[in-house]
């Protein structure tokens, strides 16, 4: 894994985050921010800075993401969720094409 | 050939051809080759406020794990600890994630050896949980 496969999620709280880009894009609106062209800044440092999520929920997120690379290549397990983060991790999801 | 085996054979050509265009376009629309991407586990790795996800394999030792986080953070592989949070056990090199019950998920935390050549002590701050509260002091939304 090279430093350019990765991108840094920043939480509210200012928490970083490093993950695999391929696990990044199942959000459609990480995947839009790193991908389109030119304009976003977030791109070209392969940050991204997340001021409405809070630290605990993006890391709910992050693995996420990498319970779903999971379970697409097939394997069967639960993703499991704490109910108190439910309502905030709905927010974020929405907000994330999740 | 006799032209019927003939236009057999192109027949079956033809219809390879339009599979594979198919197939890659889908490929492309969904972001490259790979959108499905094998991965056996990962571990989350952390040091102060920085979690480094990395994907690995059971099979992997920790000295393949601390080569990974060196391409991240430019930091030696000998200058680097790593210590299973769970049970805080140092994490042998030369021993495999399997071998030292390392399994998908597990929060493993880096050290960095200090300036004095000892290591540093393990350093993960946590978020503070009342930050919602803190922000919406009313509590509505």
């Not at chain 1, 995947?31 to 929920?57: K, Q, Y």
């Not at chain 2, 592989?77 to 071998?99: F, M, P, Y």
Request: proline share 3%; aromatic share 10%; glycine share 4%.
């Amino acid at each position: 894994m090279r430093k350019e496969d990765t991108v840094k999620l920043i939480s509210a709280e200012g928490f970083e985050f490093v993950i695999d880009k391929r696990a990044a894009m199942v959000s459609q609106t990480i995947r839009n921010m790193l991908t389109s062209p030119g304009s976003f800044a977030e791109r070209e440092h392969g940050e991204v800075t997340f001021p409405e999520i809070s630290t605990t929920i993006l890391e709910k997120i992050c693995q996420y993401f990498y319970w779903s690379l999971q379970f697409a290549s097939g394997k069967d397990t639960e993703f499991p969720i704490e109910p108190e983060l439910t309502l905030e991790l709905m927010m974020a999801a929405n907000y994330l094409h999740t | 050939m006799s032209s019927k085996t003939w236009d057999l054979f192109l027949l079956i050509h033809r219809f390879h051809l339009l599979m594979w265009k198919t197939l890659a376009k889908r490929s492309i629309r969904s972001g490259g080759l790979y959108r499905i991407v094998y991965m056996a586990m990962y571990i989350r790795v952390k040091r102060s406020k920085t979690t480094y996800f990395l994907q690995c394999d059971p099979t992997e030792t920790i000295l393949d794990v601390k080569q990974k986080l060196h391409t991240l953070i430019d930091q030696p592989i000998n200058d680097q600890r790593l210590i299973l949070v769970g049970t805080g056990e140092i994490l042998d090199d030369s021993k495999t994630l399997a071998d030292q019950k390392v399994e998908n998920d597990a929060v493993v935390a880096l050290t960095l050896r200090k300036d004095d050549n000892e290591f540093e002590d393990v350093n993960i701050v946590r978020p503070n949980d009342d930050f919602y509260q803190s922000r919406d002091p009313d509590g509505s939304w």
